[in-house]
């Protein structure tokens, strides 16, 4: 695991591991079947397709793997489970600050 997640534009991050991957995490649009309580979620994205989705609610999140996500072996559901802590920790962070 290991990754690095770091804020990279308003509402988005960037999260690193080492072996050169990247993934680019982004405020979701809205799935029908996953968005539709207004609760924040986010999208991750690596090779230029969405292979996660990333939900919050109340202290808790649910992480759920998009079908791409299986072209993509190098990243496996606790990699995402790790950005997932990540975010919300980065999202607690920005909250505060506000």
Known sequence: ???TVKEWLTG???ARKAGALTAHIYRSLKW???YSDGA???EVKYGGSAIALIRFEGKGATVRSLP???RFPEINDLDLVEIALW???LRKA???LN
């Open 68 to 70: 791409a996500a299986g």
């Open 32 to 34: 029908p079947e996953f």
């Open 1 to 3: 695991m290991k990754w």
């Open 12 to 14: 988005g991050y960037r």
């Open 87 to 89: 975010v919300s920790k």
């Open 40 to 42: 924040p979620a986010y």
């Open 94 to 96: 920005s909250s505060s």
